[in-house]
């Protein structure tokens, strides 16, 4: 399916967000996540489903003023 | 010693962690400052995950406590989101409630911020609002569940320092109890003493160090500000006067003629 992660459009096999992150080559304990402008926690990322078109935010700490 | 929250810190200036030359002089500059908690914030990680790791790990070896960002939202939606993503990651219930309304100045949008501060203090949130220096919204913020103001004395990153002074005083006669940090504007060491001077509880800033020709000299400079304007105001100064007043005492004096 197409998902677009953090702007991009990806065309994945992945079916859940912890797959989906896998499959990207994302880790760390320090990332956080975002479906369709809704917070993911961490120990949801497993059983979360995607569907096509779901926009995903990948977002992890960053200098900030 | 300030207590904000509850939490005892050691120091009354808090420090951005964004646009210093290098991450080594960032780390010194924080050092240097002797403050005890740095903004953060949380960007689209775009090198799965390496690239916030390394400035994770930086900022975690420095010790001191974090307090993350919502930094260019412009929507309520955004700032609620980015909020409950950043307590994730950081681990603390602290925010640094930004929602911006003007591209020019940066300007909060305070109608968004009352509403996200709303949905976030009922959340759990330790919110810290960055707004403008307005009473009426000063008030409202509090009654959303805010414990402590952030009102800039200028617009983010113009180095202006207190550009409305009345009103800053006026904010800080209103609220006596509320911790009130100023947040944004200062340019210069001088800025941030005079509005310690007029009792704020701590200063917030970033980029006059960060873009200072020697940050850590800056840093360390601004450390001091703090620490001289706190204890000017705490020891009770001088009120101004339109007449001279001789220091020296003028029973005794000589008479030559």
Redesign the interface.
């Known amino acids: 399916m197409k998902l677009m992660v953090?702007?991009k459009v990806h065309e994945v096999a992945a079916t859940t967000l912890a797959e989906l992150l896998a499959a990207?080559?994302?880790?760390?304990d320090?990332?956080?996540?975002?479906v369709n402008?809704?917070?993911v926690?961490?120990a949801s990322r497993a059983e979360f489903q995607l569907n096509d078109g779901d926009r995903i935010?990948?977002?992890?700490?960053?200098?900030?003023? | 010693m300030f207590d904000l929250l509850g939490t005892t810190l050691p120091s009354r200036l808090l420090l951005?962690?964004?646009?210093?030359p290098s991450p080594a002089i960032?780390a010194d500059a924080v050092r240097a400052s002797g403050t005890s908690v740095v903004?953060?914030?949380?960007?689209?990680?775009?090198a799965?995950?390496?690239?916030?790791?390394k400035?994770?790990s930086l900022?975690r070896s420095l010790g001191v406590r974090i307090l993350?960002?919502t930094?260019g939202c412009h929507s309520v939606?955004?700032a609620v989101?980015?909020a409950?993503?950043?307590r994730?990651?950081?681990g603390t219930p602290w925010i640094k409630l930004e929602v911006i309304g003007n591209h020019d100045t940066l300007q909060p949008d305070v109608f968004g911020l009352l509403e996200a501060a709303r949905i976030l203090c009922e959340d759990g949130f330790a919110v810290f609002p960055y707004t403008t220096d307005d009473l009426v919204v000063a008030e409202r913020l509090l009654a959303a569940g805010c414990k402590v103001l952030m009102p800039w004395c200028a617009p983010?990153g113009s180095a202006l320092g207190p550009v409305n002074i009345m009103a800053l005083r006026s904010m800080r006669g209103h609220f006596p109890d509320v911790p009130l940090i100023v947040d944004a504007g200062l340019g210069r060491p001088s800025h941030a003493a005079t509005v310690m001077e007029f009792g704020f509880d701590a200063v917030l800033l970033?980029?006059a160090v960060a873009k200072a020709a020697d940050p850590v000299g800056m840093a360390c400079a601004f450390g001091k500000a703090v620490e001289a304007g706190r204890e000017a105001f705490s020891s009770g100064m001088l009120e101004p006067r339109d007449v001279a007043v001789p220091s020296t005492p003028t029973f005794g004096r000589a008479v030559f003629s």
């Open positions: 953090n702007g990207l080559d994302y880790e760390g320090w990332l956080a996540t975002a402008n809704d917070l926690h961490k935010e990948i977002l992890s700490p960053m200098q900030g003023g | 951005g962690t964004a646009q210093y960032l903004t953060v914030s949380l960007r689209r990680e775009m799965g995950g390496r690239a916030g790791e400035f994770w900022i993350p960002n930094a939606k955004e989101t980015t409950q993503m950043a994730e990651v950081f983010i970033n980029t």
